[in-house]
């Protein structure tokens, strides 16, 4: 038996419209039929870049009760791809299965993007940020040689660290205008300014609350896995169990390549860092001999 779509006067009728419906439904990408059955993030990496983020994400996934991330480190979904949807997002996540517990990602842009914080309170109210920080001054040598290896600087070290501030001469004020704006330089360029620690976290304290962030020593991180993960594990709340294969390391740095630019670095931060440990959940210094 054949069945008529056409309704009065020529217009699809009812069953045109949900046979439509159907093909869509049919066609429509994986993660827009099963994002809902899609474990929810209890967790976030937020930062920083180039801090030991993709360590500790590495490590966390290692965990038999943390269900990984199903495209590696992290989605950057609240940063550069939130025009995505939020089914796109946790079409990024497994289906709930038993050893799981908890689920997570890692993307060092958040804490530092100016709509990230704000986006992630919004559509994860329960979620809990973990923030890794390095020694601000090496952390911009780090992030200086990752730019130039992946070839989005040119410029020396010195040269860069004063080209700063004519690079992000309005790109924040332009990112703020419209979300869907990506800025290159802040990005890739802000050497300096992801350095400014204590403005960052005050605003993730202000916006989840300072009980729902735990701060890591990416130092600490690296001279004593264990302890450090330790504390991670009760933080997300799985059981606190040690990892093989971990060993206290020292991270890599060419920092003395330029010393006269790190030490103004060390002496531009000290201040910076003095307001970081006043703030809850900060309990350590980092001892520099030129700042």
Known sequence: MRVSTAGPIGLPSPLHHASRRLAR??????????????????????????????ALASWMSRHPQVAPCRVGKGTHYFDVNFGRGRDWFRSRFEH????????GEAS???????????????????VRLVVVLREPAERAWSQYRREVDTGHESLSFAEAVAAEPDRLRGEVEHMLADPAYESYAH?????????????????LHDLVGPERVLVVQSEAMFADPAR?????????????????GLYPAKESTSAEQAPEVMAEL????????????????VDFRWQTVDA
């Open 96 to 103: 709930p299965a038993d050893p799981w517990r908890v689920t």
């Open 266 to 281: 060390r002496r531009w931060f000290a201040p910076l860092n003095e307001q970081l440990y006043a703030l809850p959940g």
């Open 25 to 54: 439904l049919a066609l429509a990408p994986v993660h827009k039929v099963q994002a809902r059955d899609r474990m929810t993030p209890d967790y976030l990496v937020v930062g920083t870049k180039r801090g030991g983020s993709t």
């Open 108 to 126: 060092p842009y958040y804490m530092f993007h100016p709509h990230a914080p704000q986006r992630i309170a919004d559509e994860l109210p329960d």
């Open 187 to 203: 990005r890739h360029h802000t050497y300096r300014a992801r350095g400014h620690y204590a403005q960052q976290l005050t605003r």
């Open 228 to 244: 450090e993960l330790s504390r991670v594990w009760g933080f997300i709340g799985v059981d606190d169990v040690r990892l093989d």
